[in-house]
């Protein structure tokens, strides 16, 4: 026997689909098959399987499993949670050798997916092409494993508490927050957490629906962010955290119901985070600010620029032992005192970890940073045979004439003048091209935008409509 995924679904970080069209239960079976096939050839067996709130998740989590047991791994269903929680039971027990995740993220309710741990570490790119073609050769190895369910929530949610360890308890009782889990898989996790939190504790949205019925979750859209900056303005609160459909990626806004981007947050872990390690390397993807590089290196830290994307992250701070890192999308990665991957509950209590011994409050630390003025991520349609023919011609013009500028090559093209930067790249999971720029004022960044349109146009491409995620 042998499987065909539908050429949309294999994407460079993870496995995703619309249920019913172009994911269903042969091809979840077929994951199992082929996942298992490469772990096994691996010198590995048992494989940690949870999945999130979505409601496909348990149809497609019943055929995963079915498909992991026939080519002879073990399975240890860990149940509906947050992919953090999966990542930790990946991670915590010696005996388990991979992990699966089925989720569709922050992706409208009709989708679903997989992420996957391969031996410890992500599983991605070629990896999972591999998976695609060990399917469409039916290349399986057949056995017989067995599967059990373990409970470890709780365990996961003694392990977050160690954020907390060493900081005066009637310091943190004060602090009053706002929580968010937007209907998604964190929700329980998230009553569990705060119920052993010192402190008040506001929730939203906690019980598990996945048609979303009160906001979509996604916590990088001003908008999903409403119903939270009411709480707060409303119970007058500290600050606010949200999370995201599988609670890997945090969002965060102060008690001025100011939002808190990916880079500012960074900005406050690594100065929490410095003060205790200097001189450790921080990094961050392509599109976050200056400011951001800026305030590591003030805080004795060395700043890394690097690509796009959690599993290209989570991979170069294996490779350069980094505590920290972050990307604009709200992934959070932290290997100080903690495994490493991006967990968004984890990250909300080191932000209350660095509140405390920063000693200022999250609405002044936000108020603290510098006003630059930058556009939102724009994300406009490029065809998939084009994207990446079109950022070599960009490349190469600028190569041979940056105006003075500084390029970087590390993820697309990002350009840095006196008064600011532009980034042009191409998404690895879309065929879309994204652009953002930023400037210390209104001139400088309709100049640098028009520098962008200028190298668009000389590709024989418009910015044109906004693409969606």
């Known amino acids: 026997m042998t499987h065909q995924f539908d050429s949309s679904m294999l994407r460079e970080y993870d496995i995703r689909g619309i249920v ?12 199992g098959r082929s996942f298992a096939t490469m772990l096994r050839r691996a010198g590995g067996r048992t494989v940690a399987v949870g999945y999130d709130g979505r409601t496909s998740s348990t149809m497609l989590e019943a055929a995963l499993v079915e498909g992991l047991i026939a080519s002879g791994c073990d399975v240890v269903r860990v149940g509906m949670g947050p992919t953090p929680m999966l990542y930790y039971a990946e991670a915590s027990a010696e005996e388990v050798d991979g992990g699966i995740q089925i989720t569709g993220s922050h992706n409208p309710a009709n989708y679903n997916g997989f992420k996957l741990v391969f031996q410890g570490r992500p599983f991605f790119g070629s990896d999972i092409q591999r998976l695609g073609e060990i399917a469409a050769a039916g290349d399986w190895l ?18 977050l508490l160690g954020a907390l360890i060493g900081l005066d308890r009637a310091g943190l009782g004060a602090m009053r927050i706002g929580w968010d889990t937007g209907n998604g898989a964190a929700g329980p996790a998230v009553e569990a957490l705060t119920a052993r939190l010192p402190g008040e504790h506001h929730l939203l949205f906690t ?3 996945g048609s979303f019925p009160n906001h979509h979750p996604d916590p990088t859209v001003e908008a999903n962010l409403a119903d939270l900056k009411a709480l707060v303005a409303a119970k007058q609160l500290d600050f606010g955290v949200a999370f995201d459909g599988d609670g890997d990626r945090i969002g965060v806004i102060d008690g001025l119901g100011r939002v808190i981007w990916g880079d500012q947050l ?20 392509v599109k976050a600010s200056r400011a951001l590089f800026d305030h590591v290196a003030a805080c004795g830290g060395v700043p890394l620029m690097w690509k796009t994307g959690h ?11 980094a505590p920290l890192a972050g990307e604009m999308s709200g992934h959070v990665f932290f290997a100080d005192d903690y495994y490493g991957f991006d967990d968004a509950l984890y990250a909300a209590l080191r932000l209350i970890a660095a509140n405390a011994r920063l000693g200022k409050s999250v609405t002044e630390l936000r108020g603290g940073m510098p006003q630059l003025l930058n556009t939102p991520e724009l994300r406009f349609q490029v065809d998939e045979a084009r994207k990446f023919a079109a950022m070599a011609e960009v490349g190469q013009r600028l190569a041979a ?26 998404s690895n999971t879309q065929d879309v091209l994204v652009a953002r720029a930023e400037s ?13 349109d200028a190298q668009l146009a000389l590709s024989g491409i418009e910015r044109g409509a906004q693409a969606g995620h």
């Open 266 to 285: 960074l900005m406050v872990y690594a100065e929490d985070l410095l003060a205790r390690r200097p001189g450790a390397t921080i990094i961050a993807d």
């Open 20 to 31: 019913g069209e172009t994911l269903g239960a042969d091809d979840a079976r077929a994951i």
């Open 401 to 426: 004439d940056s105006g003075g500028a500084q390029v970087d090559t590390t993820d697309g093209v990002r350009v840095t003048s006196a008064d600011g930067w532009w980034l042009l790249r191409a």
């Open 440 to 452: 210390d004022t209104e001139q400088g960044l309709a100049r640098l935008m028009a520098q962008i």
């Open 142 to 159: 057949e056995g017989s494993g067995k599967a059990e369910t373990k409970h470890v929530l709780d365990d996961y949610i003694e392990c």
């Open 311 to 321: 599993s290209l992250i989570k991979s170069k701070m294996k490779e350069i032992d």
């Open 207 to 209: 019980h598990v629906d």
